[in-house]
C-alpha cells in the first residue's frame, strides 16, 4: 500500500539529507507508528507520501503508483484517496465545524446530495454529532482535532496520515484522539501516525518504524518506543500525571476490545451511497490480549500502578472511563464504507488536501 524503495530526501541548501536510504513497506490495513526525535524525518516521509514532495532518490510506491510519474493534473486526484491531519489541526477559522468538513467534499465536486449525507455521518464517528454549527474557536482542542479527523475521512480515503495528531492535546484528549484512529484503522482504513509521544506508542502495541537522523534504525511489529530516556516524562505526581494514568489505563482497556473483538454498542456508518467495489479480505494487523500490563518504563509501571490502586476508572475530566467509552464501532460496516475510496468525479483541479 505504501512502499519506499531507498529513498533519500535532500533538501536544497542543506548539507545533510534529511532522508538516507529510507526502506519500509506498508500493507493495507496496518497502523503503523513513525517515530523518531523532532528533526529525524518523519514529516519528510509523510510528505513524501502525499507527493508534496519528491524523493531525490530511491521510490515512493503509494496505493500501486510510483508518485515521482504523477503529473501536477493528477496529484489532486491521488491525494483523494489518502486523508491527513496535522498538528496544528489546520481548520478555516470562519467557516463552521459543518462547512469545514464539507469543504473537502466541495473542493472536489461532490454532490450537495452526497455532502448533506457524507458530513453528519463523519461527524457522528467523529463524536461531534450536534456541533456543526460552531465555529472553531468554539470548540476545545481535542474537537478541533475531531473536525479536522472528520474533514479527512469524509470521502473515505484508503490511507490517513496523521502528522503529531495529538502533540498539541494534554494526554487525556491525546487519549480520545488515538482511540478515534484505532476505530477509523479497525475499519479497514490504512493509518501512518508520525508521534514522539512514547506512552501511546509503547501501549498501542503496534508496528514502529523509527528514524534517526533520516536513517531507518528499528522496525517492529509490535514495537514500543525504544529509548525514552531522552523524552518528556508523563509525571504521576501532577494533575497531568492523572490524566495520564487514565490515558494508559484506556489503552490497555482499547487493546482487550480490539483483542477479543468486542466491539460494543457504537452506532455503525451508515451505509454507503454507492456499492462497495468487491475487495479481498482484509486481513487486520493482530493485536496481542493484554493479560497484565506489558512491561513498560518506570513511569508507565507507576502509573499503571496508580490506576490499579487509586482511580483506574476515571478520565481527566472525572469521567468514568468504561468499555463504552472504547468502541471500535462497526468493523463490517466501517470496513466497506472506507474502502469505497473516492474518483466519482475526475473533472476537478483541486483535491482535498491542495
Ligand atoms: P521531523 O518531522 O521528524 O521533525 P522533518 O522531516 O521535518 O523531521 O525534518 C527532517 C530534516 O529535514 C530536518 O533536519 C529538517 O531541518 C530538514 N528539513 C525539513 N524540511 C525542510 C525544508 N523544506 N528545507 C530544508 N530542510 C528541511
Ligand atoms: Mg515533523
Known amino acids: 500500500m505504501i512502499r519506499f524503495e531507498?529513498?533519500?530526501?535532500?533538501?536544497?541548501?542543506?548539507?545533510?539529507?534529511?532522508?538516507?536510504?529510507?526502506?519500509?513497506?506498508?500493507?493495507?490495513?496496518?497502523?503503523?507508528?513513525?517515530?523518531?526525535a523532532s528533526g529525524s524525518g518523519k514529516s519528510s516521509c509523510l510528505r513524501l507520501i502525499l507527493r508534496e514532495d519528491t524523493a531525490s532518490d530511491g521510490r515512493v510506491v503509494v496505493l500501486g503508483r510510483d508518485?515521482?510519474?504523477?503529473?501536477?493534473?493528477?496529484?489532486?486526484?491521488?491525494?483523494?484517496?489518502?486523508?491527513?491531519?496535522?498538528?496544528?489541526?489546520?481548520?478555516?477559522?470562519?467557516?463552521?465545524?459543518?462547512?469545514?468538513?464539507?469543504?473537502?467534499?466541495?473542493?472536489?465536486?461532490?454532490?450537495?446530495?452526497?455532502?448533506?449525507?457524507?458530513?453528519?455521518?463523519?461527524l457522528a464517528l467523529v463524536g461531534l454529532a450536534g456541533k456543526?454549527?460552531?465555529?472553531?474557536?468554539e470548540l476545545s482542542?481535542?474537537?478541533?482535532?475531531?473536525?479536522?479527523?472528520?474533514?479527512?475521512?469524509?470521502?473515505?480515503?484508503?490511507?490517513?496520515?496523521?502528522?503529531?495528531?495529538?502533540?498539541?492535546?494534554?494526554?487525556?484528549?491525546?487519549?480520545?484522539?488515538?482511540?478515534?484512529?484505532?476505530?477509523?484503522?479497525?475499519?479497514?482504513?490504512?493509518?501512518?501516525?508520525?508521534?514522539?509521544?512514547?506512552?501511546?506508542?509503547?501501549?498501542?502495541?503496534?508496528?514502529?518504524?523509527?528514524l534517526?537522523?533520516?536513517?531507518?534504525?528499528?522496525?517492529?511489529?509490535h514495537g514500543g518506543y525504544g529509548d525514552t530516556s531522552g523524552l518528556p516524562v508523563l509525571t504521576p505526581e501532577t494533575v497531568k500525571g492523572a490524566a495520564a494514568t487514565a490515558a494508559l489505563t484506556a489503552v490497555l482497556e482499547l487493546q482487550k476490545q480490539i483483542a477479543t473483538g468486542d466491539a460494543g454498542g457504537v452506532e455503525p456508518l451508515p451505509d454507503p451511497i454507492e456499492p462497495p467495489a468487491p475487495q479481498p479480505e482484509t486481513v487486520l494487523p493482530a493485536v496481542p490480549v493484554v493479560?497484565?500490563?506489558?512491561?513498560?518504563?518506570?513511569?508507565?509501571?507507576?502509573?499503571?500502578?496508580?490506576?490499579?490502586?487509586?482511580?483506574?476508572?476515571?478520565g481527566t475530566r472525572g469521567i468514568p472511563i468504561t468499555p463504552a467509552d472504547i468502541d471500535l464501532g462497526d468493523i463490517d460496516g466501517l470496513g466497506a464504507a472506507d474502502r469505497l475510496g473516492l474518483g466519482h468525479r475526475d473533472d476537478d483541479e483541486v483535491g482535498p488536501t491542495a
Do not use: C, W
Not at 292 to 313: F, G, I, K, N
Open 141 to 210: 482542542g481535542g474537537e478541533q482535532q475531531r473536525v479536522a479527523i472528520a474533514r479527512a475521512i469524509v470521502n473515505r480515503p484508503q490511507i490517513l496520515l496523521a502528522d503529531e495528531p495529538t502533540g498539541n492535546l494534554d494526554p487525556g484528549t491525546s487519549i480520545d484522539i488515538m482511540q478515534l484512529l484505532a476505530r477509523i484503522n479497525a475499519g479497514g482504513t490504512t493509518v501512518v501516525m508520525a508521534t514522539h509521544e512514547a506512552g501511546f506508542v509503547d501501549q498501542m502495541q503496534r508496528r514502529v518504524i523509527e
Open 67 to 122: 508518485v515521482r510519474g504523477l503529473s501536477t493534473r493528477k496529484v489532486p486526484y491521488f491525494r483523494r484517496h489518502i486523508g491527513s491531519v496535522f498538528q496544528d489541526f489546520r481548520l478555516l477559522p470562519n467557516k463552521t465545524v459543518f462547512q469545514n468538513v464539507a469543504f473537502s467534499l466541495q473542493v472536489i465536486g461532490s454532490s450537495r446530495a452526497f455532502i448533506q449525507q457524507s458530513v453528519p455521518e463523519a
Open 6 to 36: 531507498k529513498v533519500s530526501k535532500k533538501y536544497r541548501g542543506t548539507s545533510k539529507p534529511a532522508l538516507s536510504d529510507v526502506e519500509f513497506d506498508v500493507q493495507r490495513g496496518e497502523f503503523v507508528f513513525l517515530v523518531g
Open 132 to 137: 456543526e454549527k460552531r465555529l472553531p474557536h
Open 212 to 221: 534517526r537522523g533520516g536513517v531507518v534504525v528499528r522496525d517492529e511489529r
Open 291 to 314: 493479560q497484565d500490563p506489558p512491561p513498560v518504563t518506570e513511569v508507565q509501571t507507576d502509573a499503571a500502578a496508580r490506576a490499579a490502586a487509586s482511580e483506574p476508572d476515571t
